[in-house]
């Protein structure tokens, strides 16, 4: 699937530049979410030059912030984050040990909101463990 990343930047008022342009097509390639370090480390090599750790880190809470990339809250309290092409409403599964991520439709937060006295402004749902290959391999 091709993405047109600049007239998404554009759109989401985010100037176009080639560091966010470089996360981007990182994210959307990796096949597993990634740290900030990773990130860096592919910027780099894709620039052949220095793109320091503050200027990934603030390019990825930006596109977070805006809904372009997930945010995975990880149980090592490390922040990673991973490209998720579906735009829908949704949550993830994440294994924790081969690092994939997959969607989950039927998450249940609207049962949940009715429950709540007050409105739900944003949610975050992620289901954390072992998919079903990895478990398979270990067994």
Do not use: W
């Not at 008022?13 to 979410?33: F, G, N, S």
């Not at 910027?43 to 596109?63: C, D, F, H, S």
């Not at 949704?90 to 081969?98: E, G, K, Q, R, T």
């Amino acid at each position: 699937m091709n993405f047109d990343f600049p007239q998404l930047l554009k759109s989401l008022q985010l100037k176009v530049t080639p560091q966010r342009l470089a996360i981007l097509e990182i994210m959307r390639i990796a096949d597993t979410y990634l740290s900030p370090e990773e990130v860096q480390e592919q910027v780099q090599q894709r620039a052949n030059g220095k793109v320091g750790l503050p200027t990934i880190y603030r390019n990825l809470e930006e596109l977070s912030a805006q809904g372009v990339i997930s945010k995975i809250l990880h149980p090592n309290r490390q922040l990673y984050y991973y490209f998720c092409a579906n735009r829908d409403h949704h949550h993830h599964f994440v294994c924790l040990a081969c690092r994939t991520v997959q969607d989950l439709h039927d998450c249940g937060c609207a049962e949940m909101a009715s429950q709540i006295d007050g409105q739900v402004e944003f949610q975050i749902m992620q289901a954390l463990g072992t998919c079903r290959r990895c478990c398979t391999q270990n067994a």
